[in-house]
């Protein structure tokens, strides 16, 4: 079944721990990219990858950083966790930038900080 | 970064109902898509909308990309408890047939249906 996972799907962390949420997906897919989602405000871009070891920031990349190491995978990592990115996250994929309407989301990571 | 203002917030409706949402932005898209999000699920999409004045429909749904690329909508017809979500609005900036791989998302419509 084609499909976009993440991992974990709630975390509860604290100001400070460093922590990766892991995005992988089975389509063969070009193009990653991670949203966070916060009520009122829709989706907004973290980063994105057209493919491996290519990756750019999106509209609110401040806190986070992300690996391309191989055309499956698209981790998430926060470095220095704080409560503002308390949130939810969604990864999602396409075939390529040609085609990011078509768009593969995950089933989303519930991110709380304290 | 571009900014999609949609609307309504929120609807209550009873099922059987027919229900209208818009989205608007400041500066033009060449792509608008709308999305469906189900509870504890991400998003997926209903339709895309590549065309200024393009109508399409998708069953009960039916989306206009609107004439000044502007603007788009999305109307539900004879709404059903299923119907339940988040709708969302997306426009996507292509140049020369090179897309910037970016989608500007909406604020997003909850819509709840009352049996």
């Known amino acids: 079944e084609a499909q976009v996972t993440q991992n974990p799907r709630y975390l509860i962390t604290v100001t400070g721990k460093k922590l990766t949420v892991t995005c992988s997906q089975n389509?063969?897919?070009?193009?990653m990219s991670w949203y966070r989602q916060d009520p009122g405000l829709g989706l907004r871009q973290i980063y994105y990858?057209?493919?491996?070891?290519?990756?750019d920031k999106g509209d609110v990349p401040e806190g986070y950083k992300v690996s391309r190491k191989e055309k499956r995978n698209f981790p998430l990592i926060l470095e220095s966790p704080s409560p503002n990115q308390t949130s939810l996250y969604f990864c999602?994929?396409?075939?390529?930038?040609?085609?990011?309407?078509?768009?593969?989301f995950g089933p989303g990571t519930r991110l709380t900080v304290t | 970064g571009q900014q999609l203002n949609q609307s309504p917030q929120s609807m209550f409706i009873q099922e059987g109902e027919d229900v209208s949402m818009n989205c608007t932005s400041s500066?033009?898209?060449?792509?608008w898509l709308w999305y469906k999000q189900d509870p504890g699920e991400g998003p997926v999409l209903l339709i895309a909308?590549?065309?200024?004045?393009e109508l399409t429909s998708n069953g009960r749904l039916t989306a206009q990309f609107g004439i000044t690329r502007k603007d788009s909508f999305l109307n539900i017809s004879a709404s059903i408890p299923s119907d339940v979500g988040i709708y969302f609005c997306a426009g996507q900036l292509t140049a020369g047939g090179t897309s910037y791989g970016k989608l500007t998302f909406g604020q997003g419509t909850i819509l709840t249906v009352h049996p």
């Open positions: 500066s033009i898209f060449n792509t």
């Open positions: 909308l590549y065309k200024a004045g």
């Open positions: 999602a994929s396409s075939l390529s930038r040609w085609n990011t309407y078509e768009q593969y």
């Open positions: 389509m063969n897919h070009e193009y």
């Open positions: 990858s057209m493919n491996v070891e290519v990756t």
